[in-house]
């Protein structure tokens, strides 16, 4: 049985904050090979403002119960300052320029998507959040080389939720969403439809990828190789790709279905008006409670739905606030607060209907049905002191188990932790109840230094004795770095501890 990820646990073995802090950034440097200072980053104020880009519905055919899309995986510019239109900045994206449309589906259909790789490099395609066979997962063990086609299928085995796709290849995740590769994936399901939740896509039910960019002086997407501790950040911020967008508001109810895709950057987002919203649903899927907030935080590849109400002629702003990350150290992150998008709500306002959130169906294990808890230790670049690789098989589930996982930090900086193929729940954070913005079904979830969070799972439907699921920090030049580890999960928990890694995989391991 493969122990080196996942180990039984017993005991704490972990520092406090105070130390942790104590040991500096040095290490980390050296473990994330950030030599030498950051480049310069020039600033492209936007010139006024342009209406957001809603990404569009991606087409697909539907047979019998198969939803068919394609999507192509290329190279592009793209205008990413509203105003200005002399910055023009290379970009990758899915049928498009930059990032990728909005595929949609029904729970319960068969989902079959054809992805090309029209890029000059290898890359895969991740179905983030997405319960689905660890073969089409679109993980590094799965990558479509240069001009080459890779299918996807699977049905759709889980409730409404705002997921996202990727690209996954080790060691290169990094670079190829800072430039553009992303999109949104929504799952719909008969309760979801009946809820009275704004739905009418791009008018009162709106996407928003928010991310950030380093731009150099020629307004090129830049990689950043200096000396900080959260991989690049960047000071143009952009909402659906571009900087510098307004929304005409409509109604008087507005859903927001956010993404922090950011390759680094934690967002604590909030209105500039101090408007309270209501947070309805997490990673997995909407709440069985609505939640009132006025600012929530997400790390990066964590979703939220909220709902913003607007009264006639309202103007406010979506901004990130500099982010309290508690023991945390960022060493040259320029996490400075700026703007996202501005609502400007019409003189008169459709008015909003009522809505109630669909009855929780999924059962929320407890930690009593356990068949096993595993502990996870996060400190650059490891997971549970060894770096990922790819031939190594590092825990073995049993197929229908649940587990708790145990997640703790032993580092400086601010980690979070991403499981593939499950949706799982917070059990506590530090021993206490987690806050009720982590209390729904997540994928993706913060981590702190010297925090420990314990996570709740079942492993459902699919097993498989050669092809792995990821487990890893999102921060994506962490993933690169090698803080990832992979699980398989076959039928009677027994697999093997080494596997054959892709012959066509660039990157390391």
């Given at each position: 049985?493969?122990a ?28 994330l ?23 569009p ?13 394609l ?25 498009g320029?930059?990032?990728?449309p909005?595929?949609?589906a ?31 997962d ?32 080790h ?5 190829q ?6 999109g ?12 009275g ?20 002086a ?6 950043v ?31 927001l279905?956010?993404l ?10 909030r ?36 709902l ?43 008015p ?15 930690a ?10 996060l ?19 049993r ?17 979070n932790?991403?499981?593939h ?19 729904g ?15 709740i ?53």
């Open positions: 049985m493969p080196s990820l996942a180990n039984e646990t017993s005991g704490r073995g972990l520092s406090r904050r105070g130390l942790l802090l104590g040991s500096g950034l040095a290490a980390v440097g050296a473990a090979g950030l030599a030498g200072c950051t480049p310069r980053q020039a600033a492209f104020p936007a010139l006024g403002t342009a209406p957001l880009p809603v990404p519905l991606a087409p697909s055919r539907l047979s019998g119960n198969r939803r068919s899309f999507l192509t995986a290329g190279t592009g510019e793209s205008r990413l300052i509203a105003g200005r239109p002399e910055v023009v900045t290379p970009t990758m994206g899915y049928n320029a930059s990032l990728g909005t595929l949609r029904r729970q319960g259909e068969l989902v079959r998507v054809e992805v090309r790789n029209d890029l000059a490099e290898t890359t895969t395609l991740h179905w983030h959040g997405m319960h689905l066979p660890a073969a089409m679109g993980g590094p063990h799965t990558p479509i080389a240069a001009g080459r086609t890779r299918t996807a299928e699977w049905q759709l085995r889980q409730p409404a939720a705002t997921l996202w796709y990727h690209p996954h290849p060691g290169q995740t990094e670079a969403v800072l430039n553009g590769l992303a949104l994936f929504i799952v719909d399901d008969d309760a979801s439809l009946r809820s939740l704004p739905s009418e896509y791009g008018v009162d039910d709106l996407p928003l990828i928010l991310q950030d960019r380093f731009l150099d020629t307004g090129r997407i830049v990689r190789e200096g000396d900080n501790a959260l991989g690049t950040i960047g000071g143009t911020l952009l909402a659906n790709g571009v900087s510098g967008t307004h929304v005409e508001v409509t109604a008087a109810l507005l859903r279905r956010l922090n895709g950011c390759s680094g950057r934690f967002l604590d987002l209105f500039a008006d101090g408007r309270p919203f209501t947070l309805v649903g997490t990673d997995g899927g909407l709440l069985g409670d609505p939640v009132e907030l006025d600012r929530l935080l997400l790390s990066p590849g964590e979703r939220a739905e909220i913003v109400r607007f009264r006639p002629g309202d103007r406010t702003v979506l901004r990130t606030e500099r982010p309290q990350l508690p023991g945390t150290a960022v060493g040259g992150a320029d996490l400075t607060p700026g703007d996202f998008v501005e609502f400007r709500a019409a003189g008169s306002l459709r909003s209907a009522p809505w109630r959130l669909p009855t929780e169906r999924r059962t929320v294990p407890s009593a049905q356990a068949a096993r808890t595993r502990s996870f230790e400190r650059m670049p490891f997971i549970n002191g060894r770096p990922m690789d790819l031939n190594r098989i590092d825990a073995v589930v197929l229908g188990d649940t587990e708790v996982w145990e997640v703790t930090s032993s580092d400086v900086m601010a980690h932790f991403h499981v193929d499950v949706q799982f729940r917070v059990l506590d954070i530090d021993g206490a109840a987690p806050p009720a913005e982590l209390a079904w997540k994928d993706t979830v913060p981590v702190l230094p010297g925090q420990r969070l314990r996570l799972m079942r492993f459902e439907d699919y097993a498989d004795d050669r092809v792995p699921y990821m487990v890893h920090c999102h921060l994506l030049r962490h993933e690169d770095a090698g803080m990832m580890g992979q699980f398989l999960v076959t039928a009677d928990g027994t697999g093997p501890e080494r596997i054959d890694s892709p012959h066509d995989h660039d990157g390391h391991g």
